[in-house]
């Protein structure tokens, strides 16, 4: 689903985020990137997101060389993954009912269709009982249940997860990497980067470790 | 084609409630464009006054010949009788001199003076009364030749005010374009960087919904309505300004146009005054929303 081959990512400055780069994953699949801050694995997903372009070498998504869309079509290739924030980036002046509607808003679904995939979406996160709760009034291992909810309710094939347990103590880090794993169950590819290397192991699954901008090894 | 409908009246709607969540400030912009709207269109209104009046006066060039001292009244109707075959003029009025004294004297405080007078000391006088459609420039021309008749002795054109009052109006309403310009473009720029900082206190909405994949249509369209309110707003409060300033004059002017025996009435903005003081308020917050969204909306980009 995924292919990364010989991706490089110079920022201005001579910096280099990744460097000759090659990663498959195939759909389906759940995948831990770990590794130490600066080793490329926020580099990698900014590049499935397009918040980045490859300096050289070709980000394949389903066949598609997506480090080459042309700049209108980002929005729509946007649409099409799920993403999931360290700061979980929820609208605080909003509900948590209008904060997971905004991608189908975005994506002009009609209303009905809207609550009734909002409302789904919630369900599976758990949180359909506080729809109108402000982000405010939510803990803080809610609130990223509730960027969880947001990022799948346009039912994304694919999800990419940065850091997302990032700001969460133990017990709710490992809450969320389950519910993560059952997301997974349901056919969702998940590339999740995390420096939580205990997590990862209790979780197991794949973990691909980065080192200043390569592979250094995968584990199984 | 109802969804996407349906998602622009959602659009203008929430704009319109955003500006009524914070009722001062946004009253404070209208206000603003408002005033810069009122100012042109008010004056506009001036202008349409100054000319209807300009207007009302123009039919009354009479001019008045007088003849000189001591000519004899036959000397007046003979030249009577060959201006009344003149293309230009209508009707042309006999003041014998005896007729001007009598006048005089009921007209009152000159009496004393008057009755120790030997003779009458006015002339014969003609009161030329032009046809409405006469050129300027003939009746100057036919002024200049009584002149230079031989019993004439001087003759009084009474054009020539009305004719520099409308090269005032010209000129004043040539200011009031430029006027106008200027203050449409300061309307631009208020919106605009109204609507700046509005992008900028919504920032994090803007990146979150760019990286949920909303496109530039999509996070452009709520600011271009919010330029579309001020501006129809601002439109309103300039009528409204215009409004009350005619209420507020028009009672002073009907009573002095009565103390001058005339009928005049205080002209409003006509209608199509009106649309265009809110056609060109809504055009004015409508570029002024598509410069301040064009140019920041863009350099917004997400981060993660």
């Known amino acids: 689903m995924i292919r990364f081959d010989h991706v490089t990512k110079r920022y201005a400055g001579g910096h280099e985020g990744v460097s000759e780069i090659c990663l498959e994953v195939d759909a389906g699949e759940l995948v831990f990137l770990t590794g130490h801050s600066g080793a490329g694995k926020t580099t990698l997903l900014k590049l499935l997101a397009l918040i980045e372009r490859p300096t050289r070498g070709q980000v394949l998504l389903n066949g598609r060389n997506v480090g080459r869309l042309p700049e209108r079509a980002i929005p729509e290739h946007r649409r099409s993954l799920g993403m999931v924030f360290q700061d979980h980036k929820l609208l605080p002046d909003r509900s948590i009912f209008e904060n997971v509607s905004l991608p189908l808003i975005i994506a002009g679904l009609g209303r009905r269709e809207i609550a009734r995939r909002v409302r789904a979406a919630l369900d599976q996160v758990g949180l359909l009982n506080r729809e109108s709760a402000r982000p405010d009034a939510l803990s803080t291992g809610e609130q990223q249940r509730v960027g969880i909810a947001r990022a799948v309710v346009g039912r994304p094939r694919l999800l990419i997860a940065d850091e997302p347990t990032g700001n969460l103590d133990p017990d709710l880090s490992l809450e969320i990497m389950m519910l993560f794993r059952r997301l997974n169950g349901v056919g969702v590819t998940m590339l999740i980067a995390t420096h939580d290397l205990a997590l990862v192991e209790q979780l197991g699954g794949r973990q691909v470790i980065l080192d200043g901008g390569r592979v250094s090894s995968e584990q199984d | ?304």
Request: glycine letters at 12%; a neutral charge.
């Open chain 2, 1 to 304: 084609m109802r969804l996407w409908l349906t998602r622009h009246v959602q659009n203008c709607l929430a704009a319109m409630g955003r500006l009524v969540h914070k009722p001062a400030g946004s009253l404070l912009t209208i206000a603003v464009i408002g005033i810069a709207l009122a100012l042109p269109a008010g004056l506009n209104v001036l202008v349409r006054n100054g000319e209807a009046l300009a207007g009302g006066w123009e039919s009354a060039r009479d001019f008045s010949v007088y003849l000189k001292p001591g000519e004899e009244l036959a000397q007046a109707a003979a030249l009577a009788k060959s201006l009344s075959a003149n293309g230009n003029v209508d009707d042309v009025e006999i003041i014998s001199a005896e007729a001007a004294l009598a006048e005089l004297q009921q007209a009152g405080s000159f009496e004393g003076a008057l009755t120790g007078l030997d003779n009458n000391p006015l002339p014969h006088t003609l009161v030329v009364r032009p046809r409405a459609d006469a050129p300027a420039n003939e009746l100057a021309e036919l002024a200049r030749e009584l002149g230079t008749n031989a019993s004439v002795d001087q003759v009084r054109l009474d054009t020539e005010w009305v004719e520099r009052l409308n090269a005032i109006l010209e000129f004043v309403r040539r200011g009031i374009w430029l006027a106008a310009g200027l203050l449409a473009l300061a309307v631009v720029v208020i919106v605009g960087n109204t609507i700046r900082l509005d992008i900028e206190n919504r920032r994090a909405e803007i990146e979150v919904a760019k990286l949920l994949g909303a496109t530039d249509a999509f996070v452009r369209r709520p600011f271009l309505y919010t330029g579309f309110w001020y501006g129809l707003g601002g439109g309103l409060f300039a009528l409204g300004v215009v409004l009350l300033g005619l209420t507020i004059l028009g009672g002073p002017v009907t009573r002095l146009s009565a103390l001058y025996g005339t009928s005049f009435q205080l002209q409003g903005l006509a209608g199509s005054g009106a649309l265009t003081v809110l056609g060109g308020g809504l055009v004015a917050g409508l570029t002024g929303a598509w410069f301040a969204v064009a140019q920041h909306l863009t350099a917004i980009q997400p981060k993660i």
